[in-house]
Structure formats: C-alpha cells, structure tokens
C-alpha cells in the first residue's frame, strides 16, 4: 500500500504529485480524471514506471482533476493510493 498522496501546483498549467514511496522498490503508476474525487469518475493510467521517490509533473489545461497512484513491483499493482483534487484556473 502507498502512503499519502500530495498535489501542489507549481506554475500555471501543472501539477506537480509528490508521495511517500512504497516499501519495497518498484515504480509508480500515476492517474488521472478530469473530474473531483467524490464523483467517482473514470481514471485513465497517465504514467508508468515513475521512480518509487517521484515526484510527477503533470501538464495540464485549466480545469478540475483528480489523482491517484499505485505501486508496481514484479508486475504486481498495489490498490489505488488516496485520492486529490486539483483546480486550476485558465490565466497567468
């Protein structure tokens, strides 16, 4: 199981996931869904084989999303981290 999902917003337009890498060595499958966490929406796998210590960055378009990741190790995937929304709005 992973521990606890971060999101921060670094600059307009990404979105920078951070997380306390899994136990064992493996890598890191990062999500993402164009909708809040409590709408349960449909996740598309955003990213494979990211190093267990991250962090992600995420270029986005303006717009609500929600993450999540889950830990690979000998072609095993863990259960979904938590969930976070982000929000970004359009501008400089």
Same mark, same amino acid.
């Given at each position: 199981?992973?521990?606890?999902?971060?999101?921060?917003?670094?600059?307009?337009?990404?979105?920078?996931?951070?997380?306390?890498?899994?136990?064992?060595?493996?890598?890191?499958?990062?999500?993402?869904?164009?909708?809040?966490?409590?709408?349960? #929406?449909?996740?598309?796998?955003?990213? +494979?084989?990211?190093?267990? !210590? %991250?962090?992600?960055? *995420? &270029?986005?378009? #303006?717009?609500?999303?929600?993450?999540? +990741?889950?830990?690979?190790? !000998? %072609?095993?995937?863990? *259960? &979904?981290?938590?969930?976070?929304?982000?929000?970004?709005?359009?501008?400089?």
């Amino acid at each position: 199981m992973i521990a606890l999902l971060f999101a921060f917003l670094v600059k307009t337009h990404t979105v920078t996931l951070s997380w306390t890498p899994p136990p064992s060595l493996g890598t890191v499958n990062v999500y993402r869904a164009s909708a809040t966490c409590a709408t349960q #929406p449909y996740y598309t796998r955003i990213a +494979i084989y990211v190093p267990p !210590d %991250g962090p992600y960055v *995420d &270029p986005v378009s #303006p717009g609500t999303y929600s993450y999540y +990741i889950t830990a690979e190790v !000998d %072609g095993a995937e863990s *259960d &979904p981290s938590n969930c976070v929304d982000v929000s970004l709005k359009g501008g400089k």
